[in-house]
């Protein structure tokens, strides 16, 4: 097993070009992942395995977003949320937005969470080789991904 360290933004990233993203409101797939491309088995282990824990390092991040959330949001409806905007007034007639302030709460949660975001934790990988990937046609770009990949000369 092999060893690296990344950003806790990376996780996210990494998560993104393995597993693809979705558009939730719609389903629309926005970017396939590596893990739907044709590769061998054992490789998709890996990566499956590779996936397992990041999942688990973004569920740890998720709990203190929420932390920050609860510290920075305000109850409605059941819920917690932050608005971006306080004080918004609305014309009544042409129902636009006539003034409207940014809600400090929100600048301080994203200060906070992209702070959090930048910390570093250690990732231990089973190790890849660009040849395991040489039959590999995609349209996707994997600039985390290619850091756990090793290169031969």
Do not use: C
Request: charged residues 35%; aromatic residues 10%.
């Amino acid at each position: 097993m092999e060893k690296i360290t990344l950003k806790l933004q990376e996780f996210y990233q990494l998560e993104a070009e393995l597993n693809g993203v979705t558009n939730q409101q719609t389903g629309e797939v926005l970017a396939k992942g590596l893990l739907s491309e044709k590769i061998k088995l054992t490789t998709k282990y890996w990566l499956t395995d590779l996936v397992k824990k990041i999942t688990a390092e973004k569920e740890s991040i998720d709990k203190l977003r929420e932390e920050l959330v609860k510290k920075y949001g305000v109850e409605e409806n059941g819920g917690i949320n932050i608005p971006i905007y306080i004080n918004e007034v609305i014309d009544d007639e042409t129902k636009e937005v006539v003034s409207r302030e940014v809600n400090p709460n929100f600048v301080s949660f994203q200060n906070d969470f992209n702070l959090l975001l930048q910390e570093e934790r250690e990732l231990e990988y089973h190790p890849f080789k660009l040849e395991e990937f040489e039959n590999v046609e995609t349209e996707g770009v994997y600039v985390t991904f290619f850091k756990l990949i090793e290169v031969g000369e």
